[in-house]
């Protein structure tokens, strides 16, 4: 059998005379425009993102946190500080995450059941698991 190739196959890989051989991180660039999973990276980051389940709470804990909203309410013109947790869903996924944070309350719309800080956004009273007077 006659091999086209018999005269060069044993010959040493030529090396580029006018300039340096391309790194092989180098040569793999090129070819990136071409990958055929492009964004699989971000979507299996997204996937293992980790988001919590809202909790639903029992009757003690709704009647302890309507205790708090009555002396919420009972105290309103002095703007009392608070320290509330909620739930905030999650916009890509199923879920969401628990935030705790401290604020004086300018009030309590309860026709849209909000809770409206002087500063910040207002949290849905629905979502509220935690809350506590500080002052």
């Not at 340096?20 to 990136?32: K, N």
């Not at 105290?75 to 628990?98: C, I, N, S, W």
């Not at 719309?109 to 935690?130: F, T």
């Amino acid at each position: 059998m006659n091999d086209s190739y018999d005269d060069i196959i044993h010959l040493p890989h030529p090396d580029p005379v006018n300039r340096q051989r391309m790194s092989m991180m180098a040569r793999a660039a090129q070819f990136a425009p071409f990958a055929a999973l492009t964004g699989y990276d971000a979507a299996i980051a997204e996937t293992g993102r980790y988001t919590d389940q809202q909790i639903e709470l029992g009757d003690a804990d709704i009647e302890e946190l309507n205790r708090t909203f009555a002396l919420l309410q009972e105290r309103l013109h002095e703007h009392p500080t608070v320290q509330v947790t909620h739930f905030e869903p999650d916009a890509r996924k199923a879920g969401g995450v628990y935030k705790t944070s401290t604020a004086s309350i300018k009030r309590l719309d309860m026709d849209n059941q909000l809770l409206v800080p002087l500063e910040g956004a207002v949290i849905p009273i629905p979502s509220i698991i935690d809350l506590r007077l500080i002052d």
